[in-house]
């Protein structure tokens, strides 16, 4: 079983910047990515950043030039900058584990706010 805590959640103005934190733990011997999806409103899961145990990062279209995601070991970051209203959501963080079998975890969302 693997469990993810985020953190660095808040409120912030329009053109901050935020930095969100996940750590996971438990069974993640075998991580083949980490990354955080954000769900707004209309309820759907949206990719915002991903990054491979190689290294590799893939980011939503949305996001591309604002965010940064970063790792070390179990942990993900993801350093948010030139914040809009539209970023908004709650932003969950993920962890793919496995080898010949692969296996999703979610953590349990933190909230972010972006006003004005």
């Known amino acids: 079983q693997v469990q993810l805590v985020e953190s660095g959640g808040g409120l912030v103005q329009a053109g901050g910047s935020l930095r969100l934190s996940c750590v996971a733990s438990?069974?993640?011997?075998?991580?083949?990515?980490m990354g955080w999806y954000r769900q707004g409103p209309g309820g759907q899961r949206d990719l915002v950043a991903i990054i491979t145990t190689g290294g590799s990062t893939d980011y939503g279209d949305s996001v591309k030039g604002r965010f940064t995601i970063s790792r070390d070991n179990a942990k993900v970051y993801l350093q948010m900058n030139s914040l809009k209203a539209e970023d908004t959501a709650v932003y969950l963080c993920?962890?793919?584990?496995?080898?010949?079998?692969?296996?999703?975890?979610w953590g349990q969302g933190t909230q972010v706010t972006v006003s004005s």
């Open positions: 438990g069974s993640i011997t075998n991580i083949n990515s």
């Open positions: 993920t962890v793919v584990v496995g080898t010949t079998r692969l296996y999703r975890y």
